[in-house]
Nanobody
Framework: QVQLVESGGGLVRPGGSLRLSCAAS????????MGWFRQAPGKEREFVAV????????AYLDSVKGRFSISRDNAKNTVSLQMNSLELDDTAIYYC??????????????????WGQGTQVTVSA
């Protein structure tokens, strides 16, 4: 049974930082391209970042480039999202997702096979 469990969300002021983590179980982790998505109230779920199976390739939503960094540790079955210089518009529920094989080019939600339950990130003054 595949499980993805996110952690690390919370309340932060604009300009602050948070680090999200996602722990995977029930999968051979290195088989999966991993991604982060987010969904703000009243908006559709959107792609944030993706990392290839061994971490050699990444891709980001334009609005988070230079502020967010995705990484993974295949030995620990974890993927992380370091978020710096957070802005009010970053407020959303953040979801970890896994895609069997595939590259970082396909970043639509339907491309991903498994999802975590989400963790809330709130950026507020």
């Amino acid at each position: 049974q595949v499980q993805l469990v996110e952690s690390g969300g919370g309340l932060v002021r604009p300009g602050g930082s948070l680090r999200l983590s996602c722990a995977a179980s029930g999968v051979t982790f290195s088989y999966y391209t991993m991604g982060w998505f987010r969904q703000a109230p009243g908006k559709e779920r959107e792609f944030v970042a993706v990392i290839s199976r061994f971490g050699g390739n990444t891709a980001y939503l334009d609005s988070v480039k230079g502020r967010f960094s995705i990484s993974r540790d295949n030995a620990k079955n974890t993927v992380s999202l370091q978020m710096n210089s957070l802005e009010l518009d970053d407020t959303a529920i953040y979801y970890c997702a896994a895609k069997l094989y595939g590259g970082v080019g396909a970043t639509s939600a339907p491309d991903f096979n498994y999802w975590g339950q989400g963790t809330q990130v709130t950026v507020s003054a």
